[in-house]
Every structure is written in C-alpha cells, then in structure tokens.
C-alpha cells in the first residue's frame, strides 16, 4: 500500500507571512462538547486537520447531522441516538476520551473505544475515571477494547485532581455542567484551552466561574441550547511557526495569535537571542545566529508547553554552547532524539533530559514517531544540508493544516511523495 512522505531540501531562507489557525486542543473538546447541547451549535475557526474530521465522523456514528465547511462546523444534536463508538476511529485519536465526558453528561451513559493517539509513553486517563466515579458514575472496564460507564444521575461533587491534567479537567467539566448541584475542580489546569472550552460551554448556558483558574466551580443546569463559538488560535501552531522562522527565516510575519499565549516561547526565544517582535495579534521573527545556549523545562501552563519541546530543539543546534532540555510532563517524549541522530545531531537523551551540542545537520530519511516530533524533524529538514525523507507523516496532518503547502508558500524547497 502507497505511503506518503514529505521531503525537505534544507538551507533555503523563508520569509513572508503566516496566518496561525485554531486550536487543535481546543477544537478536540469542543466538538464533543457540541453533543451537550439541544439546539444547532456553529464552531467557526477550526483548523482543517485529520483530528478535526476524526470527531466530526464520531459525532455522525451517533446519528447527529454535520456539516463542515472549511474551517466551520455546524452540529444539529436534535435527532442524538445514544450508539456504542466504534473502536477504530477512537483508537486513532487520543482526544477522543472527551466523547466519555460529554456522553456521560448527556445521557448518563457511555460505551467507548479505549483511546489511541500519539505513543508518548504512560498518559493514564486515571483523573478522568476517578473525577466521573466523583460526580457517580460506574465504569466497567472488564473489556480489552473498550469502557462502559453509567450513572443513575450525575450529582455535583468536590473533586481535587492528583495531577493538573488539562484532559481530566476539560473532561469532568464536560460530564459536570448537567450534574444535579455544585462540582468544584481543585487543582485544575489553566491552559488557554481550557478557558475555550469553559467559554464554550458557558455559550450553551452553562454556568463555569474560574476557568483558568485552579479551582474551577460549576453549578449544574438542566439543559443547554445551541450557541456561536470561535476557536481561539492554536500557540502551538502558532509556535511551531515561531522556531521555524527563527532557525531559518529572513522576516516571517505570523497573524491571529494571543501575546499572553505565545509568551512562555518568546522569552525562551529572546533568551537565544532571536530578533522578535510580539505585537496585539501577530509576532515578527527574524533569524539572527549564532544563538546562545539555553536551558528549557517544560511545565504546565503558563510555564514552557510540553508540545514545544521538540520543534524548538532543532534551534539549539545553532547555538554556541551546550544546551538542557528537561521534559517534566511527558518524560518518553524524546523519540525524535534517535532520528536527530540519524541527521548528525550531537544529542542524547537520559532521564528525562536531552543534552544538545552544536550540530551541522545533514538529510537523511527519519520517522516522525509522534505529531511533534514530526515537526521537529521538518524544522530539522529545513536547516539540514541535503534532502530529507519524513515517514509517517499521518502524525504531522493530525495537527497541522497544510503544512507543505504553507511552507513552500514561504519558499522552501519542500513536497510530498507517495512511495
């Protein structure tokens, strides 16, 4: 069977302009979040990925109609059957575990494929399960491939999440908003996505007070109806883009972005010693080597985001000293290290922590084991000398909208191949 590739003949210097487009992470809870409500909902804003058209088709399996239409969604949830999700649209798609939350807080029942996504190691769905056990549901998870979870009633409770999670504290906001009484969420996450989603649901009538917060309250309503929402922009899209024009970029414009979200990757960028400049919705980046070596920690928000972690480290390549890149939230998350190393980098990781040397990169063929590692591996093609040959670019596509084309758009010398 025919795979594609994506192919980079590094050394090119980009420059132009960017438009950022919605938040993947975002777009991932709201569209299960749609199925809460009992009138027509319309999500503008979505990035045109194969996450986003994963859910969409979730969403029909349970007999509601949709139309999607480039980057709007519309949701008619009138005709709602209650349907086991089958398993290999879930297995694909890590997010959709937000289907339990939003199923479970519409009919108080819901049988699901146990969910896939990207192999970064243990990422238990523990707080979920312990956060829908709170608020009284029963889970049966006898079976190998999927979960049954049933509640007699969802009543509000105090639940105080072991870990910040942004998926168990999106998920029992989901199953919450409908729950007889008041839930309060201790310890939440505060990433911007969460504040989306809380906006979101408060759209549909729901009454969330300290979304980006860590103590979240929602007092439960007996129905919600439909709404207008816009998908905040994508930081990590967003600063995906930003590494890109740092290690190869003469003056790359980047539109429709949040300063406030994009911070945490600017000041580790001006740290370099990158040329940037944030104004209100568009950040201006131009390449100005050698850097200086930095060390980076990822942390829950509003500290340095997991998902940055790998497209920045190609960047530390060009720098002068010796750099640290420590992984706190996902410490497997370094699979892009092997395949640096197949293209001449001076990295190696240990304990959750990557050394990084200066390093010429050279083309080589590499896998892209995870949808950033994926984007690590194009900024690295793009600096490389020679050709480079991305397999398993499935990854990349579930998070970035048009990619190729976008890139070449800016002028480098990239395509894509069936082999």
Known sequence: MAQEVIKIRGGQTLSGTVNNHGAKNSAVAIIPAAILAEDTVTISGLPEISDVNTLVSLLGDLNINTTLEGS??????????????PNNKVESLRASYYMMGAMLGRFNKCVIGLPGGC??????????????????????????????????????????????????TINIMLAAVRAEGQTIIENAAKEPEVVDVAAFLSSLGADIKGAGTSTIKINGVSKLHGSNHQVIPDRIEAGTYMCIAAACGDDIKLNNIIPTHIEPLAVKMKELGVDI???????????NTPYKSVDIKTLVYPGFATDLQQPITPLLFLTEGVSFVTETIYPARFRHVEELQKMGANIHSADGTATIKPSQLKGAEVYA????????????????EGVTTIYNVKHIYRGYTNIVKTLSALGADIWTEEI
């Open 369 to 384: 084991s995870d949808l950033r590692a994926g984007a690590c591996l194009i900024v690295a093609g793009l600096l490389a």
């Open 119 to 168: 192999p970064l190691g243990p990422r238990p769905i523990d707080q979920h399960i312990k956060g829908f056990k709170a608020l009284g549901a029963e889970i049966d998870e006898s079976s190998d491939t999927s979960m049954k979870l049933v509640a007699d009633k969802l009543v509000g409770a105090n639940i105080f999440l072991d870990i910040v999670s942004v998926g168990a």
């Open 277 to 287: 400049q944030v104004d209100d919705d568009s950040v201006s980046i131009k390449r």
């Open 72 to 85: 709007t969604l519309n949701v008619d949830p009138k005709s709602i059957e209650n349907a086991p999700l």
